[in-house]
């Protein structure tokens, strides 16, 4: 008998090079696309407004296109009643990451007890990442240069699948009843709760056929493709572009094969039948990168418990925290990113980078998780294995330690964009200020803010750091700590920290071609510093554990996968049942990653931590000016080292 389908839309959110829908189709009677959505947890979660009409968009277009092949989108919502649909055979897209593999492998068990054919495919990567750590011994990675060395004995991506089509539908139907709108239809944001009064028209439309009009776009921007050189960096980089591809490729509206591909083609036409470089695919590396080194490693998103991370005693500062996520801190640049942020849910890579320096080790001294959640709740292409590897790259936790650069937030983007042309854009108060203030507008004279209509301190903040002062005080700070870890890797206890300065992804965003120089860093020298714990094992594969604990007690070792809630079925009769309700837990559903929400994950748990901030003091080891009207600031010149392959799209 034929079977009766179900394909489960995840990621993947797409018809082209979809192998997992192919197989929900071939052979059925039936099929049935459907996508798990908690009107609930829309509101309560740490998904920003941007983010969930990303995915409507992507669900309304994915519906648009199914229902040219006489099917529909069933996106379900609450505990539907399927029994009538006689399910024998779910298909989904494999998931890489930690709590995703934990999941899936339940609903595999539920799926198996209920008498239903499970089919996975790999189609949200371009390797297989358990081939990748087998070869390198058992383990991940953790240098760019041995990922890349693992990947070159490897055989090529397989190549993307056919589109579905109708031809390829054949006798396979979609039963579609008269009121699927009232039951299985898109959503919109006002259904899901959201005050959309006000809400700007979106920069970002989501979608595949979006998405597939600006690969082509993409590959016709001449100014790289004619050598495959690195686009020169220049004020209207930080604008969002009609060519750009990251969000796409986040939510699988592009196949990251067909990207691949489609790269190599033309450049062995521009080159003339010539094997292109790895260099060339370096933002989708740098995405597989991360994806196999976070896989088995449910604490890639944390410090504590994180083997691959550095344990460092970030100062606790809601305040701090909320004046940089919302884009008060005195600083036009740095508030100027953060402000474009909130309205688009994109900024450049280079943009990225100064915001979360400044956060971390530059000026705050604050954690990268924090960052790391605001991004994940504001950001379009935000993705947990490449936004936490990210920020964990450039707060020198992980994969890199040239702590002693700095980005200045003053000099750096008055270098980008001289005449402060993206300040005006996103900060009109201070579009009255001429460019030689416009980002030290605290050192106009008084007639030049009068003029201006703005008054520093009154219509516009003062700097909340001195950053002089304080990135010299984080230098040292991190010299210190990177000296004990010199120390004890000397002893042989601590495996080396990667060093090669790379990093990419949901931090980061996608441009081909982009190359940044390459950098390379030698340990501190040893010092006899105290207050570091820790152990590891040194290996040679390019893989090691890196669990430092600076002045605490507390020093829990690497943790193994954890139960969240996903039980098996010993009731074989409510197994479909039980199956339904584990198919909903996904990010867009319900908590994904358990114990995030209500840990300063969005604006309202900021606002309530600041509130009880009061009566504690910030765990700080030293004292920053925080205002001052005349703060000098002498930036560092050297510009942040940036991974290869590395911009935005």
């Known amino acids: ?50 983010r969930w009409r990303f995915l409507l968009q992507c669900l309304e277009d994915l519906d648009a296109s199914l229902r040219k092949l006489n099917s529909r989108l069933f996106v379900i919502r609450g505990h539907p009643n399927t029994n009538e649909w006689k399910i024998s055979r779910l298909t989904f897209e494999y998931d890489s990451e930690p709590f995703g593999k934990e999941r899936d492998a339940a609903i595999k068990k539920l799926a198996t007890e209920a008498g239903v ?30 990922f890349q060395t693992l990947i070159s004995r490897m055989d090529p991506p397989e190549l993307p699948v056919e589109p579905l089509s109708e031809a390829f539908m ?43 009009t600006r690969i082509e776009r993409h590959l016709e921007r001449k100014a790289w493709v004619a050598n495959f050189e690195r686009p020169r960096m220049n004020a209207n980089s930080l604008l969002a ?26 450049y062995r036409k521009v080159k003339k039948n010539s094997s292109p470089p790895l260099s060339l695919y370096g933002q989708l590396l740098w995405r597989e990168f991360f994806y196999t080194a976070a896989t088995n490693n449910p604490r890639f998103d944390k410090m504590e418990g994180n083997p691959i991370c550095v344990r460092i005693p970030w100062d606790r500062n809601p305040e701090a925290l909320a004046k940089w996520a919302e884009a008060k801190t005195g600083f036009p640049w740095i508030d100027a990113i953060m402000t474009q942020l909130r309205q688009e849910g994109w900024i450049h890579h280079l943009a990225r980078h100064a915001v979360a320096c400044f956060l971390t080790r530059g000026d705050l001294w604050i954690s990268w998780e924090e960052g790391m959640k605001v991004f994940e709740e504001l950001l379009l292409d935000a993705d947990w294995s490449v936004n936490a590897g990210s ?3 450039l707060s020198c936790s992980s994969f890199f ?72 005080l984080n230098i040292e700070r991190m010299k210190q700590i990177y000296q004990q870890l010199s120390r004890y890797r000397g002893l042989g206890l ?27 860093t030698s340990a501190s020298s040893a010092s006899h510093g105290t207050g570091t714990a820790g152990g590891s094992v040194t290996n040679g594969n390019g893989s090691g554990s890196i669990l430092l604990n600076f002045d605490r007690e507390d020093h829990p070792g690497p943790s193994g996968m954890q139960q969240h809630g996903y039980h098996t079925a010993s009731d074989p009769g409510k197994g479909m049942a039980r199956l339904y309700q584990a198919c909903s837990s996904h990010e867009f559903a319900v908590p994904q990653h358990p114990g995030r929400l209500g840990h300063n994950a969005g604006k309202r748990e900021r606002e ?42």
């Open 401 to 472: 330690q040239q702590f002693f650069h700095c980005y200045c937030p003053v000099g750096f983007g008055r270098r980008t964009d001289p005449n402060g042309d993206f300040i005006r854009r996103y900060l009109p108060v201070l579009r009255g200020f001429p460019a030689k203030y416009i980002y030290d507008p605290w050192n106009a004279p008084d007639s030049v803010q009068a003029a201006a209509k703005c008054i520093v301190g009154i219509h516009y903040p003062r700097p909340m750091v001195n950053h002089a002062e304080a990135s010299r």
């Open 608 to 649: 309530s931590e600041r509130e009880t901030a009061g009566d504690t003091e910030t765990h700080s080891s030293h004292k920053v000016q925080r205002h001052s009207s005349e703060v000098s600031l002498k930036c560092h010149r050297h510009s942040q080292p940036t991974p290869e392959g590395q911009s935005s799209v």
């Open 241 to 266: 572009s009609p060519t750009g591809l990251s969000p796409y490729l986040r939510f699988g509206c592009l196949s990251c094969r067909l990207f691949y591909f489609k790269l190599t083609d033309l």
């Open 391 to 393: 920020w964990m790259w």
């Open 117 to 146: 054919e499970v089919i996975v495919k790999i189609s949200h990567t371009l390797y297989d990442l358990d081939r990748i750590i087998e070869l390198n011994g058992g383990q991940p990675p953790l240098t760019y240069k041995r």
């Open 1 to 50: 008998m034929a079977p009766n389908s179900i394909h489960w839309f995840r990621k993947g959110l797409r018809l082209h090079d979809n192998p997992a829908l192919r197989e929900a189709v071939r052979g059925a009677a039936t099929v049935r696309c459907v996508y798990f959505l908690d009107p609930w947890f829309a509101g309560s979660s740490n998904l920003g407004v941007n």
């Open 170 to 212: 054949g006798t396979c139907i979609t039963p579609v009843s008269d009121d699927h709108g009232d039951k299985y239809g898109v959503p919109s944001l006002e259904e899901l709760g959201f005050d959309t009064e006000g809400l700007p028209s979106a920069v970002w439309p989501g979608g595949e056929t979006e998405a597939l």
């Open 494 to 520: 601590l495996a080396s920290v990667p060093s090669n300065g790379n990093g990419n992804g949901g931090m980061m965003a996608y441009s081909p071609g982009e190359q940044q120089p390459a950098t390379t």
